[in-house]
């Protein structure tokens, strides 16, 4: 019996790097030399203490090729340090600084910042304004390249979507970093099916990364913009979720030619992000974050173990979920080698990270930036980013 069953996960093993194969082939991609940008772009901005990222940031949208009518609206979500002065040095009339009010009951820091954000980047419009104009969302550790606004527009508008995401690529520099950041998009190219979803109206057939959004401004309107995930930690996922149940198509695209994200530096900022939401994306209680990481660890560390042991099934399950690490990596950006031979251990250090989030979101004791991100189910509606 425990042989058929390590055949069974191992078997899985092999499925996932396949299926990882399919949805890379199948993946959308921008354009090399993408054409000018014929709408109108505002780019924004949230920022809470991000003193040491926001100028590197905004000089890199700034240097945007291809996107004549551009607009960056910089929202200060509170900040304790010098965000806003690092802002007012910049001297652009492209730059706008919208100083934020704290969320009121019921919105999470990041969501109110971004629907502020893009309502101060389109007042009033002209009669001849372009109602369809394109919302870019950005974090300020977020470096584009410089054609990255004209190839995700170029994208959306060549396949008809509504809400692009271009995946950055991953930068990594300590030990932590490089087992822990390429699971991003190794999760959703192992099982997301990309061009099943992109046609699907089924809103759980979706993945997006906050850290660079695109999406049409007519269909974030239909969405409810922010508004409608006010409350939602994983906040990009949702604004996704919501495009999708308004009748829009949206989708992860490749973002490694686009843009380059160092998204935490060292394993005690590693650990803290990760924290404050990774209980909400694998279903947001412990029965759910449980069967996730049953699941993910048997299927990508037992057959690596029973390798170890002798068993030639493992050793073919191990070498499929390096297979499939090594191929996403090298499609998305990340280091292949010797990472790769490592995903096990990635695993593992994953269900650590679940475990403490899940606790420190039923204590109510998860953080971000000095605000609380997850109390108790019961104190879900006062939460704050």
């Not at 901005?45 to 990222?53: K, M």
């Not at 699971?183 to 979803?197: D, K, Q, S």
């Not at 650990?271 to 939401?277: D, E, F, T, V």
């Not at 996730?292 to 173990?305: D, F, I, Y």
Request: glycine share 10%; with cysteine; hydrophobic share 50%.
């Amino acid at each position: 019996m425990r042989g058929r069953l390590l055949r069974v996960l191992s078997g899985t093993a092999v499925a996932g790097a396949l299926h990882a194969v399919v949805n890379l082939a199948l993946l959308r991609r921008p354009p090399a030399g993408p054409p000018p940008v014929r709408r109108p772009v505002t780019v924004v901005l949230p920022v809470r203490d991000e003193e040491a990222q926001v100028g590197g940031c905004l000089a890199a949208v700034l240097a945007q090729q291809g996107v004549p009518d551009l607009r960056v609206v910089v929202v200060d979500d509170g900040s304790t340090d010098g965000t806003a002065a690092v802002v007012r040095e910049v001297d652009d009339p492209r730059v706008q600084l919208v100083l934020a009010d704290e969320p009121p009951p019921g919105w999470l820091g990041k969501p109110h910042a971004c629907a502020a954000g893009a309502a101060a980047g389109d007042p009033d419009p002209a009669p001849d304004h372009d109602p369809d104009g394109v919302l870019v969302f950005l974090d300020a550790d977020v470096r584009l390249f410089p054609d990255a606004v004209a190839g995700a527009v170029a994208v959306l508008e060549a396949h008809g979507l509504d809400l692009v995401s271009p995946w950055p690529r991953p930068v990594t520099a300590t030990a932590a970093e490089r087992l822990l950041q390429p699971l991003g998009p190794w999760l959703w190219v192992t099982t997301l099916p990309v061009r099943l979803a992109e046609h699907s109206a089924r809103p759980s057939l979706t993945a997006a990364n906050g850290q660079f959004l695109v999406v049409r401004r007519s269909a974030y309107a239909r969405a409810g913009g922010h508004a409608a995930v006010r409350g939602d930690v994983i906040e990009d996922v949702a604004l996704a979720r919501a495009v999708k149940r308004a009748g829009g198509r949206a989708v992860p695209v490749d973002g490694s030619r686009l843009a380059a994200c160092r998204m935490y530096e060292g394993w005690p900022a590693l650990r803290a992000g990760y924290a404050k939401s990774l209980w909400a994306s694998v279903g947001g209680s412990p029965a759910a974050s449980v069967a996730v990481a049953a699941g993910l660890t048997a299927v990508w560390v037992l057959p690596a173990l029973a390798a170890l042991c002798g068993s030639r099934a493992g050793l073919v399950g191990y070498a499929a979920g390096v297979a499939g690490r090594a191929v996403s990596a090298a499609a998305t950006g990340s280091r292949v080698w010797p990472d790769s031979l490592a995903h096990p251990a990635s695993m593992l250090l994953f269900d650590v990270l679940l475990a403490g989030s899940v606790a420190g979101r039923r204590r109510g004791t998860l953080t971000w930036r000095g605000r609380p991100v997850g109390g108790a189910p019961a104190a879900r509606e006062t939460m704050a980013r």
